[in-house]
């Protein structure tokens, strides 16, 4: 990792400042959302007081604690298998040369340039006719919270692979070379040098999976099945029948709940970097 | 002695050479296995019904017969309104990834000035408005650039006058950078942060400033993250249709809601899918152009 | 393998997939056709619009029945449609809109009703038991509620006696003297926008003329740039907050809507004098639910008198149950805007066929 020298002079103040009003920029809804979810007012936008009715009906309202319950289930399951499948997919694409490559290398895009409806409706006539074809053969199956995992990994593994791959195609060989040139195992080298050089990789990937899951709407819609409705969707069929602020009640809930995730993997990327050596460039 | 066991050595004949090249060929496509074969499960087959579809016919009630294969709904794309909405979508597309590449250059070259810890906090509070629901942000902004809302309030109290963004195309841009900024900071700031420093001090110890340095080594060297943050813009960009619907209220048919009502209220499958298929196509190579241009992968 | 064969053989199991679609529906009795009154065989797997249906009603049916009534949302008829029609969605009742029932009916998508099963049939006005054009014989489909769609207005900024026109949106002088560009949202919705012009120049909302259609599509176009946005969900609330002066919508959001406003006195709701639509919700059982019994079952609960009275109280759309009158408030009752006096030009939307595809298209077009 290099860190480029800083002077300190108005350009260095200017990037500053551009810096700040960018933040501000990014966090100015999320204001909004956090104002309103305390406002005692129907009317999303108008403050009426303070209060924490919201959260309180968020924790009352069944249908809506039952999707979060569903979307945290999903992403979980979907970011674990997507995370392995995608690195593993990453390093066959930065580190190896193999017959049928660049078909690979293309499928891995697709899911990224996908709109999503047409995804949405594909997924929606694939696991129909699969239900129809598992059927003939005499097994049961129905859609539900695990045709919308294997939606979501279907596309996370792409997503996966580049913030992988982005952080393998930087990385100096030569640590792993010079590990192997002293008799590790591959197995032993992959724990103990690459992996935790391309963990900053991996969690990126992780958190940008679990992102991805939490926030998707029309793929899951045609997805699920009764009783596998997931967080996003609910709130998107709420919205259709009148946004009152127990939507941003909800919102900065998953916000806290995601700071902590953020916080947690920070830390535990730290320890990780902070026990085995990192090279320097020079 | 310390407990190094004994490794044979081994003579480099091209023997050697080959065999070992071609474990390191199958040791890869093993690595691949798994990713592709439930991609080709779990989406390359999916896949294959909606181009199988472009080919089908719409029934009367909007379902799809699979039979009668023709090329209607790929001739469809040459009407006109499909290449307004084509136009309007790639231009939308272009604005929003050029206003991002703008703004996210000096913030991801910012932050990579910042120290490692501070670093990862300056990313990490990037991404983290980017986990509240996507459609409760756009409808935050609706809130935000309504007429009479805070923003008009305070350029009318900072003497600009009130603004009435809401609902034009200028209130779609902002909504849409908004949107896709991260993913235009991640990959700059990736590759921004891997550039030699010495070579930057090279530049400086050879009387180049600062326009110099950036024009010659910075901005070359960061061009894989240009590229890559371009594309991860570009893309999704030109498919949009929440933001613009939210904020620009539905106006204009962009590509995204186009397909959409295809897939929806048009009942017409097959030209949904002949629309997608095309716009993917398109994606791809552009994509894969782009990379050839750029240099390396991602 | 190569990779070569490995797509090979994705090809193949695609087009096998294909073929077990295309492969024989199953030729059994239609589902549900021996449920007795009462009878439950399951959970019940419903699929309604957002907010449509009282909670308590729910827990009612469970607590009487002993099943657990298990709700998704969608958020369109289109939304909603394709799922169903592929078959294999789990779910066993769904709550369609007229038009989209002729369209699943023609999909085989629903099963017939099993009248035996459900006799509080009967409790139906006799406008609604039979002679809906889209189920002329009830076969399919049980009316749910019905509604109309219309224009909200801000009696504030429009005054008590704005002229209840569609021109308040189609006539570009009009929209000037009430002060009104920018300030309006109609719905986007191809049939309703597309239909609310159509009779705004005096023609049938289901036309199959494409002159008409034309017409309609130039009126619209000529609308797009005085309106605000084409807004389905939020028009009610744009309304309430004073965004927007005049929003297409339906009746019951509005009515909603309004009596939560701070002075419901300031806004009102109406079908212009030329015409609107006339809209009905309606229930139906999926061909391949898994609870048939269960779902006719709900039904039946849901068209007693007095569970169909709650419908209505909860979510302020009319009742199509005679029976239900009596329990239903009378604040309610007697709001035209739920039960709107004059009844003579509002139309169904209908189904029509190969046309529909024009609809579509002109709206895009208009739209810009």
Redesign the interface.
Known sequence: MTTIARPRNLGSRLLGLQAALVYAFFYLPILVLVIFSFSDD?????WGGFTLGWYEAFWNDQ?LTDSLWVSLQVAASSTVISVVLGTLAAFSLERFRF??QR??DALLYLPIIIPDVTMG?MM??????????LD?VGIEA???IGTVTLSHIAFNISFVSVVVRARLSGMDTNLEEAAMDLYATRWQTFWRVTFPQILPGIIGGALLAITLSLDDVVVT??S??????TLPV?V????????TPIINAVSVVMLVASLLLVVVSLIVGGLRSSSTPVANDD | MTAVEEHPVVEATPEFEALAARQERRRGALYALPA?LYL??FF??PF??VV?YSFAT?T????VE?GGWNLDSYQRLGEE?VRDVLVRSVVLAIVTTLICLVIAYPFAYFITTRSPAVRNVMLALVMIPFWTNFLVRNYAWRLIL???GPLSNTTDAVGLGPT?I??TQSAVVLGMVYAFLPFMVLPLYASIERIDTSLIEASRDLYGNARQTFTSVIFPLSLPGVVAGSILVFVPSAGAYVTP?IL??????LLGS?IV?Q??????FPFGASLSVVLMVLMLTATLAYFRSGGRNL | M??KM??LL??I??F???S???GGDDDESAVGADCEAGQTDGDL?L?N???YIDPELKTQFEEEFGVTV???????N??M???I???????DLIVPSDYMV??LI??GDIAPINRSAVPNLSNLADEFASGLPFDPDGTYSVPYQWGTTGLGVDLSVVGEDVPQTWGLIFDADLAAEYGLE?AM?IL???RETMGAALKYLGYSLNTTDQGQLDEAKAVVADA?SR????????Y??LL????TSVAHGYSG?FL??FF?ADDPEQFTYFVPEEGGTRWVDNMAVVADAPHPCTAHAFINFLLDAENGAALTNWNYYASPNAAAVPYIDQEVLDDPIVYPADQSKLEFIA?T??F??EF??A???A??
């Open positions: 129907r009317l999303v936008g108008r249908e017959r049928g078909v690979f409706i929606l006539i694939f696991f129909s006719e699969g239900i129809d074809l003939s129905s859609k539900g819609q045609f699920a099945g009764p009783g596998a409705t609910r998107f069929s709420l919205i259709r029948k009148g946004v | 592709y080709v499960v390359a087959i294959l019904i199988v719409r009367r009630t909007g379902g699979l309104i309504a007429n009479e009435e809401l609902f619907a620009g209220g539905n106006k204009n048919v186009y009502d897939f929806g209220n048009a009942r017409n | 190569s990779t490995l797509r994705a090809a199991l695609a096998g997939l294909l077990a679609a295309c797997n699929y619009w957002a907010e298990n709700e998704d949302n969608y958020d369109s289109e939304q449609q394709p799922i029609s592929q078959g294999n969605s789990g779910y002729s369209i023609e999909g920018g949202t986007n919705d191809p797009t309106v605000a946005a084409y807004e389905s969900d939020q009610d609330e309430v907050s004073g965004q959001n909603v809507q939560e189904d066929g190969d529909e595809i579509s298209d709206f895009n077009e739209r810009g």
